[in-house]
């Protein structure tokens, strides 16, 4: 997750291999529940 690069073979990742998207997805999910939890309440 560290790099944009495979160690394997060294070419690129794909897209949803790379830790941007990794960590587009986590902070999306957790404003998502948060708003859940602030509607909830």
């Not at 690069?5 to 997805?25: D, I, M, N």
Request: aromatic share 14%; proline share 2%.
């Amino acid at each position: 997750m560290a790099d944009d690069v495979c160690h394997a073979c060294f070419g690129s990742k794909r897209t949803y291999q790379l830790p941007e998207t990794f960590w587009a997805t986590t902070v999306g999910g957790l404003l998502c529940v948060f708003a859940v939890a602030v509607a909830v309440f």
